[in-house]
C-alpha cells in the first residue's frame, strides 16, 4: 500500500527559498511518475510540477523557471527546490504518483500524504 510523506515546509519570506521532500514507500518508486500538487486557502488542489521515470520534467506556468523537481530513486524520494518565493506560493504542498501518456498526468489513485505547509509572508 502507497505511503507518502511530505516535509520541508515552513514560513518564507517573500524571495525567499525552500526544499520540499517526498518520502515514497509501498510501492517500486523508479517505476513511477511523479508530481508534486498543491492547495491553497479557499482553492482547488492544482498540479504543480511532474517527472517522469526517466527525468523528464513539467511545471505550472506560474512556478516555471523558479521551482525545480527532481527526484532520488535510490532514497525513493521526490524533491520540489522553490526559490523566489511568492505568497501566492502560499499553500499546502503535496507528492503524488502518477503516469504521463500523451502528455498528460493521471494520477495512480485518491490517496493524499499529510502535505506539507508553505507560508510565504513577510
Known amino acids: 500500500q502507497v505511503q507518502l510523506v511530505e516535509s520541508g515546509g515552513g514560513l518564507v519570506q517573500p524571495g525567499g527559498s525552500l526544499r520540499l521532500s517526498c518520502i515514497a514507500s509501498?510501492?517500486?518508486?523508479?517505476?513511477?511518475?511523479m508530481a508534486w500538487y498543491r492547495q491553497a486557502p479557499g482553492k482547488q488542489r492544482e498540479l504543480v510540477a511532474t517527472i517522469t521515470t526517466g527525468d523528464s520534467t513539467n511545471y505550472e506556468k506560474s512556478v516555471r523557471g523558479r521551482f525545480t523537481i527532481s527526484r532520488d530513486n535510490a532514497e525513493n524520494t521526490v524533491f520540489l527546490q522553490m526559490n523566489s518565493l511568492k505568497p501566492e506560493d502560499t499553500a499546502v504542498y503535496y507528492c503524488?504518483?502518477?503516469?504521463?501518456?500523451?502528455?498528460?498526468?493521471?494520477?495512480?489513485?485518491?490517496?493524499w500524504g499529510q502535505g506539507t505547509q508553505v507560508t510565504v509572508s513577510s
Open positions: 503524488s504518483t502518477g503516469s504521463i501518456i500523451g502528455g498528460n498526468w493521471f494520477k495512480s489513485s485518491d490517496y
Open positions: 509501498g510501492i517500486f518508486f523508479k517505476l513511477n511518475d
